[in-house]
């Protein structure tokens, strides 16, 4: 497909993973070209486990100009690329794709995305910097905990039902001098790590519609601690609702989601977007009625 006015191919992208029909991806890059008058496409590409290896491997004469990736290929993506930055590298996976100069390009905007949330929702959120708390050891734990420690958090606790995984992602937090900053608990620690903790984030899917409730004393947390969730089915779930009330500032998840797109949207049609309230209401428009209003 070209854009006759200037005779250029008109960029293509598209989010890869399977299944695929959930993303909200499509939604998200649709406003902003519309937003912005660009010519471009957005698909959601749902790729079959047994040709994934082929398809990443094809990528760079696919014709499209990138990709975001989601579950389950963020870790084949990542060994398919020519170059990531060191971003991806320290992860091992990698959401957006693009290429340049003929090389498959990678890098990983869940830590972007997730610091850029509290940016825009919390200003101020990491002055001074102290002791953070990360629930969970999933994929999501792992861009959280590298974006808490480079931004100066220490200690970063990751507390987990399982602590294998736990350690795992806590070996993931590097001091900016390179130390190593995680420490790994289980939940039996949460009270006294609560009690000293500048920020919690919930990286676990409990509190999810559909999931079972996540099940945190508040009490010994500090009341001017950040409390922030990667929920966002609903938009304001249980733990936040709960910081709410007691007074501590609090940030939703759906922001980690709108900010991580930004960078690749400007890798493949070349402006970089504004996450406001209008998108912000594009995806709430999407969202399953138990995600409730923000
Ligand atoms: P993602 O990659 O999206 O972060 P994931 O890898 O499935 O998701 O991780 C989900 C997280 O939620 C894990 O930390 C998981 O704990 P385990 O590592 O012990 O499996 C946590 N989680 C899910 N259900 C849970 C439950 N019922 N109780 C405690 N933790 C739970």
Redesign the pocket.
Known sequence: MTDRSENRPIPRAGVIGWPVAHSRSPVIHGHWLARYGLQGRYDRIAVDPAEAEAFFAGFRDSGLAGANVT?PYKEAAAKACDVLDPLAEALGAVNTLWIEDGRLNGTNTDVTGFLANLDAEAPGWDAGGGAAVV????????AVVYGLAARGFAPVHVV???RA??EAVAALAKGRDGHSVGRAHG?DELPQLLARARVLVN????GMAG??P?DVDLSPLPHDALVTD?VYVPLETPLLAAARLRGNPVAGGLGMLLHQAAPGFARWFGVFPEVDEALYEAVIATLPPEAGRR
């Open positions: 579950v629930l969970g050891a999933g994929g999501a734990a792992r987990n039902r399982t995984r736990a939940f990286t676990t899917s409990l999931s079972g996540l990667i």
